[in-house]
């Protein structure tokens, strides 16, 4: 009966499995030769060739021997065992490689990823992007990343290291220290000068760039520039030097700016800029416009420094198509050049046709869109690809994790922005406006200068701060 017990999936696995594949296998797909069906194919079951039910019976199955195979090599008491890979690994083994053969395989198989990558964006030009001329003196992207390669090539050195007198501050457990803030800031003076000077570049291009030099950053530095900035601009405003602490600011920003408004921001960068934009207007409201002697206050001169834009539906999309022109070209198309992966998937044409019609589907639905439309425009997850191969599903998997909850904070960054529009707007004298987005009335408690969010529903998951602002001579109350 045990016998009976473990023969009985194999047996059907072998015939709902294998046997649906046999007529595959008379003319099985050669290895990095991908050619695509005439039609674009849309993002559901009915794609798969064989019937719903037989499909998912197959793949259960296939799926089943496969993960019974691999945990057969992989055992531990196994005299052969074999280490578990997925598709993919071989190509970043080659990447980690300083053997010669290996960089030059590596440098080919990112040829031929661009390669297909413009045939991607003949099949997708709904994906493509236009490329800026940007001088690369005039590129503050490009200034940016050679000063992050050269900063990051340090031992140690992934980051910018504060006092713990300001460290403490800028994490929001301490009080202001103006001394030791004063100090560090004149022993990296060189420090702050060059990266000021970075932030206040206008222009970002990615244009002649190798993608791979960007398309991966350190977060933590860029933080801690915009951070840097901050502290002195805090320093300039309780001197009373306003235009000086107007100017880190907008250095601060512009850091930020580079990060995202390249033709191809990668979410990666687009949540830097982000958190680095929100937190610098948070700053500015709660230490630095406070610090500034009276009358110095000009709010239209901090809106226009601070920039707090409330992006419409098509920016969404802008970053989507920056996304996956990034992605594609940095984690998905090289691995699907590389014929030697022993994980190679047996559907390429499917699995890039399933990765970029996702994209496709997102920025059709966002682009043109005012912004009032933002809260229903479908939040979606990446769909799963149950007509895909065991590991064409494993890379979408992971490639399109957290697609959902990004748009949803995506979305929140737009009505935090928002509401530092009307902070701004009640600065200057103006009436108190409703939100953009839902347009619900924001809550303004004149006697204690506090902004709030609006009581919707909407607002609640969202979480925002009310906003406590200086008194100026044009406060509205």
């Given at each position: 009966m045990l016998g009976m017990a473990i023969l009985c999936p194999l047996v059907i696995a072998l015939i709902f499995g294998l046997l649906p594949e046999l007529s595959a296998m008379k003319n099985?797909?050669?290895?990095?030769?991908?050619?695509?069906r005439t039609e674009r194919p849309g993002?559901?079951?009915?794609?798969?060739?064989?019937?719903?039910?037989?499909?998912?019976?197959?793949?259960?199955?296939?799926?089943?021997?496969?993960?019974?195979?691999?945990n057969l090599m992989s055992w531990d008491k196994n005299p052969w065992k074999i280490p578990r890979s997925g598709f993919g690994d071989h190509y970043f083994k080659l990447l980690d490689s300083k053997d010669p053969l290996d960089i030059a395989r590596t440098k080919e198989l990112r040829r031929l990823a661009d390669a297909l990558h413009q045939r991607m964006l003949v099949r997708y030009p709904e994906l493509a992007v236009a490329s800026k001329n940007?001088?690369?003196?005039?590129?503050?992207?490009?200034?940016w990343l050679e000063f992050s390669e050269r900063f990051t090539s340090k031992p140690q050195s992934k980051g910018i290291k504060f006092p713990e007198e300001v460290s403490k501050h800028i994490n929001g457990e301490a009080?202001?220290?103006?001394?030791?803030?004063?100090?560090?800031?004149?022993?990296?003076?060189?420090?702050?000068?060059?990266?000021?000077?970075?932030?206040?570049?206008?222009?970002?291009?990615?244009?002649?760039?190798?993608?791979?030099?960007?398309?991966?950053?350190?977060?933590?530095?860029?933080?801690?520039?915009?951070?840097?900035?901050?502290?002195?601009?805090?320093?300039?405003?309780?001197?009373?030097n306003a235009a000086a602490a107007l100017e880190s600011i907008q250095a601060a920003n512009g850091i930020a700016a580079h990060l995202a408004n390249v033709e191809t921001p990668t979410l990666l960068a687009v949540t830097v800029q982000v958190l680095i934009q929100l937190q610098t207007q948070k700053y500015a409201f709660s230490e630095i416009m406070p610090a500034l002697p009276a009358g110095q206050l000009d709010p239209a001169a901090w809106e226009k420094a601070l920039n707090p834009n409330v992006s419409p539906p098509g920016e969404f999309a802008r970053i989507m198509k920056g996304e996956w022109?990034?992605?594609?070209?940095?984690?998905?198309?090289?691995?699907?050049?590389?014929?030697?992966?022993?994980?190679?998937?047996?559907?390429?044409?499917?699995?890039?046709?399933?990765?970029?019609?996702?994209?496709l589907n997102v920025v059709q639905d966002h682009e043109g869109r005012p912004l009032e439309e933002l809260p229903d425009i479908p939040v979606v997850d990446f769909p799963d690809g149950d007509h895909l191969s065991r590991q064409s599903r494993q890379v979408t998997i992971d490639l399109g994790l957290?697609?959902?909850?990004?748009?949803?904070?995506?979305?929140?960054?737009?009505?935090?922005s928002a509401m530092n529009q009307a902070a701004f707007a009640i600065l200057k004298g103006q009436p108190?406006?409703?939100?953009?987005?839902?347009?619900?009335?924001?809550?303004?408690?004149?006697?204690?200068?506090?902004?709030?969010?609006?009581?919707?529903?909407a607002f609640k998951d969202m979480e925002i701060k009310p906003i406590t602002m200086p008194k100026t001579p044009n406060t509205n109350g």
């Amino acid at each position: 009966m045990l016998g009976m017990a473990i023969l009985c999936p194999l047996v059907i696995a072998l015939i709902f499995g294998l046997l649906p594949e046999l007529s595959a296998m008379k003319n099985p797909p050669i290895r990095g030769e991908i050619t695509f069906r005439t039609e674009r194919p849309g993002l559901t079951k009915q794609d798969s060739p064989v019937s719903e039910i037989t499909g998912n019976v197959s793949r259960w199955s296939m799926d089943w021997l496969e993960e019974r195979y691999e945990n057969l090599m992989s055992w531990d008491k196994n005299p052969w065992k074999i280490p578990r890979s997925g598709f993919g690994d071989h190509y970043f083994k080659l990447l980690d490689s300083k053997d010669p053969l290996d960089i030059a395989r590596t440098k080919e198989l990112r040829r031929l990823a661009d390669a297909l990558h413009q045939r991607m964006l003949v099949r997708y030009p709904e994906l493509a992007v236009a490329s800026k001329n940007v001088p690369p003196e005039r590129n503050g992207f490009l200034k940016w990343l050679e000063f992050s390669e050269r900063f990051t090539s340090k031992p140690q050195s992934k980051g910018i290291k504060f006092p713990e007198e300001v460290s403490k501050h800028i994490n929001g457990e301490a009080p202001w220290n103006a001394e030791a803030t004063k100090a560090w800031l004149a022993r990296e003076k060189p420090l702050m000068d060059e990266i000021r000077a970075i932030g206040l570049m206008p222009e970002q291009s990615i244009a002649d760039i190798d993608v791979h030099r960007w398309a991966f950053f350190s977060a933590r530095l860029a933080k801690n520039c915009a951070e840097a900035l901050q502290m002195e601009a805090r320093l300039a405003a309780g001197e009373g030097n306003a235009a000086a602490a107007l100017e880190s600011i907008q250095a601060a920003n512009g850091i930020a700016a580079h990060l995202a408004n390249v033709e191809t921001p990668t979410l990666l960068a687009v949540t830097v800029q982000v958190l680095i934009q929100l937190q610098t207007q948070k700053y500015a409201f709660s230490e630095i416009m406070p610090a500034l002697p009276a009358g110095q206050l000009d709010p239209a001169a901090w809106e226009k420094a601070l920039n707090p834009n409330v992006s419409p539906p098509g920016e969404f999309a802008r970053i989507m198509k920056g996304e996956w022109n990034v992605t594609a070209r940095e984690y998905l198309l090289p691995m699907l050049v590389d014929t030697e992966d022993p994980k190679y998937p047996p559907d390429p044409e499917a699995l890039l046709d399933h990765y970029a019609g996702f994209f496709l589907n997102v920025v059709q639905d966002h682009e043109g869109r005012p912004l009032e439309e933002l809260p229903d425009i479908p939040v979606v997850d990446f769909p799963d690809g149950d007509h895909l191969s065991r590991q064409s599903r494993q890379v979408t998997i992971d490639l399109g994790l957290g697609s959902r909850a990004w748009r949803k904070g995506w979305e929140r960054a737009q009505s935090v922005s928002a509401m530092n529009q009307a902070a701004f707007a009640i600065l200057k004298g103006q009436p108190v406006p409703n939100d953009p987005i839902y347009g619900q009335p924001y809550v303004w408690d004149p006697a204690n200068r506090k902004l709030s969010p609006p009581h919707g529903e909407a607002f609640k998951d969202m979480e925002i701060k009310p906003i406590t602002m200086p008194k100026t001579p044009n406060t509205n109350g």
